[in-house]
C-alpha cells in the first residue's frame, strides 16, 4: 500500500504565498475555520498569537494550504510560516506541465511576482524556470 503524498513550501508569508500558487494553478486555498480556530484559543488549546487576520479572516499564522478542487487525488500544498528568507537553490521544484503556452503564462505570472530565470531547451523538450514571489523555483514546461 503506498502513501499519500503533501508537498510543503517554507515561506515567510504562507497566505499570501497560498493564495499566489492558488490563482497560479487554478486551485483554491483551502477555507479556514474560524468558529473551530476561536473554539480552540477559548479553551485553551491555542493562544491568540497562534493565529491572525488574512484578508478578513481569521486562520492560523502558521500556514495555509490549497488543492485542487476538481481532482481530489493529486496533493495538497502547504505553504508553512519559517523565519528566515530563501536564500539558495531548491533542491525539490514543482514543473507546471503547460505545453505551448509557456511563454504567455511566463509574461502573465511575471505581472503577478514572478521572475524568469532560465530558458532552456534539451532535445523536443522545453521548459522556462522561474521563481515565485518568494523566490522558490519551478518550470514551465
Same mark, same amino acid.
Given at each position: ?6 508537498? =510543503?513550501?517554507?515561506?515567510?508569508? &504562507?497566505?499570501? $504565498?497560498? %493564495?499566489?500558487?492558488?490563482? =497560479? $494553478? ?24 497562534? =493565529? ?8 492560523? /499564522? ?13 496533493? /495538497?500544498? $502547504? ?6 528568507? %530563501? =536564500? ?8 507546471? /506541465? ?25 532535445? &523536443? ?14 518550470? $514551465?514546461?
Amino acid at each position: 500500500m503506498g502513501y499519500e503524498v503533501q508537498v =510543503t513550501v517554507d515561506s515567510e508569508n &504562507p497566505h499570501s $504565498l497560498a %493564495k499566489w500558487w492558488a490563482q =497560479t $494553478l487554478g486551485w483554491e486555498v483551502e477555507p479556514s475555520d474560524e468558529e473551530f480556530i476561536r473554539g480552540l484559543v477559548q479553551a485553551g488549546h491555542a493562544k491568540e498569537s497562534d =493565529t491572525m487576520i488574512f484578508e478578513g479572516v481569521l486562520v492560523w /499564522r502558521e500556514g495555509a494550504a490549497i488543492r485542487d478542487p476538481e481532482h481530489s487525488e493529486r496533493p /495538497r500544498v $502547504l505553504f508553512q510560516l519559517v523565519p528566515e528568507s %530563501k =536564500t539558495v537553490k531548491n533542491r525539490l521544484h514543482l514543473d507546471l /506541465r503547460v505545453g505551448d503556452g509557456r511563454e504567455d503564462l511566463a509574461e502573465k505570472l511575471e505581472g503577478s511576482g514572478a521572475k524568469v530565470l532560465h530558458r532552456g531547451r534539451q532535445g &523536443p523538450s522545453e521548459w522556462i524556470t522561474m521563481a515565485d514571489p518568494e523566490g522558490n523555483e519551478f518550470c $514551465l514546461a
